[in-house]
């Protein structure tokens, strides 16, 4: 939440000159309803059940760039599936760059009745209970203040094995 993976999923696509796929875009097209209302309407489970599906259909196809949601890594069948079909990338930031990044944010559907007292700890908790999940990814980015988008990408592009980048 915050971290930047569309940005950077944009950004890393087009240096490899893949396609980007932002799940959530994918889950709002298959459903035909924005992702807060899907929340509001259904609830998280009912989301988590929808992303999973949207991931098993993209997660079909080859030299694609996915951003997901953070909490997909909570369910067994995600995990397996991200590590069988593709390479994984998490995006480690502080919990407070992640504060600032998110504490304007109004569709964060996880967010909502959470005050900007209480954020600072709800993202802390949040890191707490996926990070186990997170630093099992094949390459984890530590950013800090001074990492930009282009920076990023650079290191990622640094640490990708060989036949990624050539598209095999």
């Known amino acids: 939440m915050g971290a930047g993976k569309t940005t950077i999923g944009k950004k890393l696509a087009a240096k490899l000159n893949r396609t980007f796929i932002d799940l959530d875009e994918i889950i709002e097209k298959e459903s035909c309803l924005a992702i807060p209302v899907i929340f509001e309407k259904y609830g998280e489970s009912y ?3 929808l992303e999973t599906e949207c991931l098993i259909q993209v997660s ?3 030299n694609k760039i996915i951003a997901t949601g953070g909490g997909i890594v909570l369910f067994d069948k995600n995990r397996i599936i991200m590590i069988k079909t593709g390479y994984t990338i998490y995006l480690s930031w502080s919990p407070r760059i992640l504060y600032h990044r998110i504490k304007k944010s109004t569709h964060r559907p996880l967010l909502n009745g959470i005050n900007k007292n209480e954020l600072l700890h709800y993202i802390e908790k949040l890191l707490d209970e996926r990070r186990p999940f997170y630093e ?3 390459y984890v980015v530590y950013g800090d203040e001074g990492t930009t ?3 990023t990408v650079e290191m ?3 640490n990708l094995p060989r036949d990624l980048i050539i598209g095999n």
Do not use: G, S
Request: proline share 7%.
């Open 47 to 49: 989301f988590r059940k």
């Open 60 to 62: 079909q196809t080859k």
């Open 136 to 138: 099992k990814a094949d």
């Open 149 to 151: 988008p282009a920076r």
């Open 156 to 158: 990622i592009l640094q």
